[in-house]
């Protein structure tokens, strides 16, 4: 997506100070860097695009990730990579309760949902 095509939003207009834009890329962007600051989460999981991308060393920080931001209400969506032996519900719980705080704190957006998929389980290589 070029830079002219992203999708931004108006997070603040004031008349004596201007106005405030976010891009959604910037939102999704908070989402997955809260979600991988918890514990059980290995990874985003992206599609084999991004597989690809991130093989070849080129980082993208909001794969797997998908934001929706109608009115000032952000829906997210985020496909995670957890480690084996977490329990998949509470650790769900923990990366929507983090992603919403995070969202909410830094951008002044409400979140109305924070849906997890989980694509994958990764097992230490330890064992």
Do not use: C, F, H
Request: hydrophobic content about 45%; charged content about 25%; aromatic content about 2%.
């Amino acid at each position: 997506m070029a830079k002219d095509e992203r999708n931004t939003y108006t997070i603040q207009n004031d008349p004596n100070m201007g106005e405030i834009k976010i891009a959604d890329e910037v939102v999704a962007i908070i989402a997955a860097l809260a979600a991988t600051e918890v514990e059980g989460v290995v990874s985003m999981a992206g599609n084999i695009t991004n597989e690809l991308i991130s093989k070849l060393g080129m980082k993208n920080l909001s794969k797997g990730v998908k934001v929706d931001v109608l009115e000032g209400v952000v829906t997210v969506s985020l496909a995670l990579n957890m480690k084996y032996e977490y329990s998949i519900v509470e650790t769900s719980a923990k990366v929507q309760e983090k992603v919403k705080s995070a969202i909410e704190n830094m951008t002044g957006l409400e979140v109305a949902d924070v849906n997890i998929k989980v694509a994958g389980i990764v097992m230490d290589e330890e064992k």
